[in-house]
């Protein structure tokens, strides 16, 4: 079943289509991937299914709900996640502070229950602090939980920017290249993690340029070019397309992973 | 009067009081929430008339300084609506002009505010009118009521994932908008509890004043309680209200100079230079303020402080 449904999206930014009739889906429990060239319009899509953009014609459905132009809060509150391409933190924050901030209906962030059920959402902190913990614990980063995330390295800030949507508990989580700039080893451990995570039924959508990790874990592949789809289908089927040869990897041979 | 130094002292204490009570409101909005509110001083000055026309009326003290807190709190819910959907630097243009705006409007209302001539306001300490020591040690008293209340709100305020959230809008309000929160909300909800209290500000000064009239509203206030927080430390009570202390020794400090020194020029301008100098210096090497930022302290923050150990 689809969970995500593009239908006929584009954009314009000026005299430049940027996207132009897009059309997929993202099956429920799925680790599906969006590839292609730079300039294609992956970005764009996402910023438009999330409410960063409004888009000039289509629709985005979720769960059958109509989320076209929703402002992001209320794309985040429909069951989404989104982690950007360069981590988007809080970074006079602490690294526990981020990662709380992300979590889902807190009884403590509205104003007069901050001051007033205090014995709540002290309640609730101490729950999301361990839980915090655990997703701290898997980026293997629980010794920085204190210092402001502006002192991380380029690599963490990647993984704290995912940490931030995992702690979102989404049904469907976005990801924008979360391989860029992240050493091989712990690249292969973010698509471990996200396959644990599919198996305990997320849905993930992933931007990404490492053929080499996607093709491994997805399920299934779009490849966009020119603010459109231009093919799809399982991994081991768009690798055999010469299509995908001519428009994204640029030789004329069989892609070998 | 000025023969008392008593007097001297307790009139120094309420103005440190007022402007501490002022830079802890700044404080809410632009130390942790990132709005620059330029219009500090029209909330102050609505506070101030509205308290002075409500206790003209015969209405009790504590009903007179919430009345003016409330029409100040309105005006600055007002005020954020068209400008916080716009980008940060468009809040500052339309708040000093609005504070600017009320100041004419009030200037102008011959009949109701008294218009360039001012307006008294009638002493609501009427037992200790009679000795200035009396009156001058019950405006301290209230003053420094006041400020305490509106600093314990804030610091409670400011501890709890409110707070949080808070301190990510001033980082990135659309990261904060992708984890689900609305910042128009929040910033609405700060600028109406920041102008509510530069209110209750209003309503102290004019009651220790007993006389106000626009010329005491020029967005030279503003400008005080802007440098007042700069120095002490944004995001942090505790420097906001060591800067108003800073900023009222200097202001106080060269009036005094005046009967000691002999310049060419008047000292007592020599604060602006003497604050010139200070903003360059600080923001050179110490650019978080005198204090710096005060951590974000929730049960989540404890936990993990006292809880790592035996991890």
New interface residues.
Partial sequence: MALLTVEGITKRFGGLQVLNGVDLTVAEGSLTGLVGPNGSGKTTLFNVI?G?YRPDGGFVRFRDRDITGF???KV??AGL??A?QLP???????V??NV???A?R??????W???FA?RA??RE??D???K??GILELLEM?HM??KPAGELSGGQRKLLEIG?ALM?EPELLLLDEPAAGVSPALALKVYELLARLREKGITIFIIEHRLDLLLNFADRIYLMDKGAIALSGPPAAVTEDPVFYSVYVGEHRKWVS | MAADPLIYVLDMLVFIGIFSLLAISLNLEYGFTGLGNFGKVAFFMAGAYTYALMIETGAPILVSLLGGATVAGLLGGLVSLPALRLREDYLAIVTLSFGEILRLFVKAQEGFTGGVHGIQVPAAFTAFVASPRLFGLANVVLVYLVAGVAFLFVQALINTPYGRVLRAIREDDVAVQVLGKNPVLYKVQVLVAGSFLAGLAGGAFAQYMRFIDPYMFLPLVTFYVWIALILGGPANNWGAVLGALVVEIFNRGTRIAKDYLVLPVDPNNLQFIMFGVLIILLLLYRPQGILGESRLRTPAFRRWEHGAADR
Avoid: K, M, N, V
């Fill in positions: 999330f960063l402002p992001p809060y985040y509150q996640a989104f950007f988007r933190l809080f970074y006079r924050l602490t526990l502070d709380i901030l992300a889902r807190q009884r403590g962030e509205s104003f229950a901050a001051l205090r959402w002290r902190e101490r999301l602090a361990e915090a913990y629980p939980a204190l931030r979102a």
